[in-house]
């Protein structure tokens, strides 16, 4: 794939496509034309997704109104209470927030919910951003339903700089409501497959969703274009002996949620996958290379030894990462994540900061080359080398992230 290709498909693609939305499902049906030009067959393949529509949501801190955004699929209501700032959420300082609003400083996974609900608060504010930007921007977040379990609690996410200011200035009492609508809505995966020569698989994976301030060129068209760009240089030597099928995750920002339905829909065909290989974030100017393999240990040190070979700098080592190689590892399929981890100060994500000015098309041609070249090492194998179990530490760390198994403080 040439720079010209690259730049073509960060344009084609720069605006904001979220989860469930018909801007999501267009980028959807442009990845698979991609596909389709490459010459390699492809399809969608729909799951169902929790969606939502919020008319109202309006904060009041001591009487003043704060531009806040209230939680999608939290409920609708009002709710007026003393403000509680968390800062720490051990049992001691959780209860302080029976009958208060309480202000986090972190997302809201299950236990901390649970948490929450167990201690009495009757709601919680989020924020994100930064005081020293420049944007007032508040994003969309979500109250997932794994983490509600169905008993919903009014929320809503602010900027931080109102975070800031909410308590510098020490406000006592918020007033906080959110109206919407929830209905059934309808996410896809996109999958294109190369056959082999037997009917085991190398399954390749990249999300294109992106969060409701973000066009998400970082996060993630470039793992796509990776995935765009190993298919071409792999196809003219194809058939090889794994085939290798591509699936550009849908939903991915909402909890893996493509990821988890394709998981889940195609579980009786996972044991003749031997590997994931997943990339999410690559190609920025500056940044390291790394690799998370959620596979026995011998994997780490064959990428250390691969890459050492090619004078390719990588950090590598075993652990669970926070992207779509998680579902197939949670399912007994070893994985791997490769991404490109810029400095905060160079590129971040989820945010309106998060543009094709911060990758160079040059670099997402050097690490999918990188990642072409492992692919068709494993693709070609006599028998692919990774042990098809995965470690008890790694097993933890996945119980962890799904939410089955508090982390241990």
């Known amino acids: 794939m040439n720079i010209r290709q690259i730049r073509k498909i960060l ?53 003043k109104e704060i531009p806040c955004r209230g939680h999608r699929c939290c409920g609708s209501g009002t709710v007026e209470a003393e403000l509680c700032y968390l800062p720490n959420t051990d049992p001691a300082s959780l209860a302080a927030v029976r009958g208060k609003i309480a202000l986090l400083d972190i997302g809201v996974g ?14 919680f504010l989020t924020y994100d951003g930064n005081v020293h930007y420049r944007d007032r921007d508040v994003a969309e977040k979500e109250l997932r339903s794994y983490v ?34 929830e209905f059934p809505g309808e996410s896809h995966n996109v999958i294109a497959e190369i056959p082999g020569r037997t009917g085991e698989w190398i399954v390749l994976t990249a999300h294109y969703d992106t969060t409701s301030l973000s066009r998400g060129s970082y996060d993630n068209m470039s793992g796509c274009i990776g995935l765009l760009h190993v298919m071409e240089k792999l196809l003219p030597t194809a058939p090889h002996r ?35 290989v997943n990339l999410d974030m ?64 160079q590129a971040t994500i989820h945010n309106r900061y998060d543009t094709a000015a911060v990758l160079s098309p040059d ?35 996945l119980d962890e992230y799904m939410g089955r198994k508090r982390k241990e403080q």
């Not at 596909?35 to 393949?45: K, Y």
């Not at 929320?155 to 700089?161: F, G």
């Not at 596979?295 to 075993?318: D, I, N, P």
């Open 282 to 345: 690559i190609g920025t100017y500056m940044g390291k290379f790394i690799a998370r393999c959620s596979a026995e240990e011998g994997l780490v040190t064959y990428l250390r030894y691969f890459a050492g070979e090619r004078g390719w700098g990588m950090e590598a080592r075993q652990g669970v990462y926070a992207s779509d190689s998680t579902p197939f590892a949670d399912k007994g399929v070893p994985a791997l994540s490769f991404a490109r981890i810029a400095p905060p100060s």
């Open 242 to 276: 794994y085939g290798l099928r591509f699936i550009f995750c849908g939903s991915e920002e909402r909890g893996l949620l493509g990821s988890k339905a394709y998981a889940r829909d195609h579980e009786a065909e996972l044991e003749k996958i031997a590997l994931d």
């Open 110 to 123: 299950y236990f901390l919910y649970q948490d929450l609900l167990a201690n009495g608060a009757v709601g």
């Open 11 to 63: 344009k084609d693609t720069d605006f904001i496509h979220t989860s469930g939305t018909p801007q999501e499902r267009q980028v959807a049906e442009y990845l698979a034309e991609r596909c389709r030009a490459l010459g390699v067959e492809a399809r969608l393949e729909a799951f169902p997704v929790e969606m939502a529509e919020v008319h109202t949501s309006k904060l009041l801190a001591d009487g």
């Open 363 to 397: 670099q997402l041609r050097r690490d999918g080359d990188f990642v072409a070249d492992f692919t068709a090492h494993m693709a070609d194998a006599a028998l692919c080398p990774v042990k098809r179990e995965i470690p008890e530490k790694v097993r933890t760390e």
């Open 148 to 181: 509600a379990q169905g008993r919903k609690m009014l929320c809503a996410n602010i900027n931080a700089k109102d975070a800031f200011r909410l308590v510098r200035e020490g406000v006592k009492r918020v007033s906080l409501t959110v109206e919407q609508d």
